[in-house]
């Protein structure tokens, strides 16, 4: 998948599926305990809400060409990484609790928001950049990121509920492209932590299939790339659903 156009597409339709998922579940399954440790299943979806706010102004500010922090936000990159993300953790349990009931029809009223900035987007604003706190992305960087955060906390929720949960094989694809840009080096990057550098293959198979090395250590920036003649330390085997 290339075009900005397409991608916004599956975040509108992967948006929309999601919701009709959850709308569906019982009671008892939103008060479930997701696999991600802070949020029950609605905290989730209370996440899924709160981060089109900050998507939507960053990447509108982005696509017209200003990739500033927002007014009293810290640099791109810079500040602590962990406390953060468990700001980010509470303020979507916060938000539950204040919506209540009112949680599904919150979200669905800024999914057509968001659609809506989406929707100003073209092709030609693929490479734009835009802020974001761990650090400035593209625009195509924010949808892929989008996709990802939607399927891979989907499968937080569905894993607990399901005996087989099945990730979506459409955005796949963008997961993969999301990795070596904004989770590699930035999310995960050991550094001095590992003494000597490592290089770890990932032979992946089903859909978006292929042949990924990942090195790491040794004081240097942790990379992704395509597998090459280079011999890797460790090769890791696994199917992309998992």
């Not at 003649?229 to 890797?232: A, G, M, Q, V, Y």
């Given at each position: 998948m290339g075009a900005v156009t397409d991608k916004v597409q599956l975040v509108k339709e992967e948006s929309a599926r999601i919701a009709e998922y959850l709308r569906k579940l019982t009671p008892a399954a939103w008060e479930t305990q997701s696999a991600c440790d802070a949020w029950q299943v609605r905290d989730v979806l209370a996440h899924f809400t709160l981060s089109m706010d900050m998507f939507g102004a960053c990447i509108a500010r982005g696509a017209a060409g200003d990739a500033a922090p927002p007014d009293g936000s810290s640099p791109a990159g810079e500040g602590d990484?962990?406390?953060?993300?468990?700001?980010?953790?509470?303020?979507?349990?916060?938000?539950?609790?204040?919506?209540?009931?009112?949680?599904?029809?919150?979200?669905?009223?800024?999914?057509v928001q968001f659609d809506e900035v989406l929707a100003g987007l073209s092709d030609g604003d693929k490479d734009k950049p835009c802020y974001h706190?761990?650090?400035?992305?593209?625009?195509?960087?924010?949808?892929?990121?989008?996709?990802?955060e939607l399927i891979v906390h989907e499968w937080d929720i569905r894993s607990v509920l399901e005996a087989e949960p099945v990730l979506s094989s459409e955005s796949l694809p963008s997961i993969v492209e999301m990795f070596p840009v904004f989770v590699v080096g930035r999310l995960f990057d050991p550094g001095n932590g590992m003494p000597a550098s490592s290089r770890f293959r990932f032979e992946t198979t089903g859909g978006a299939a292929g042949s990924y090395d990942i090195v790491a250590g040794g004081g240097e920036k942790a990379r992704m790339e395509t597998a090459s003649?280079?011999?890797?330390d460790v090769i890791l085997g696994c199917d992309t659903q998992t």
């Open positions: 990484q962990a406390a953060r993300l468990a700001a980010n953790a509470q303020r979507a349990v916060t938000l539950r609790e204040e919506l209540g009931e009112g949680l599904l029809a919150a979200y669905n009223e800024r999914r706190p761990a650090g400035t992305i593209s625009v195509e960087t924010y949808l892929n990121l989008r996709l990802t003649h280079l011999r890797p």
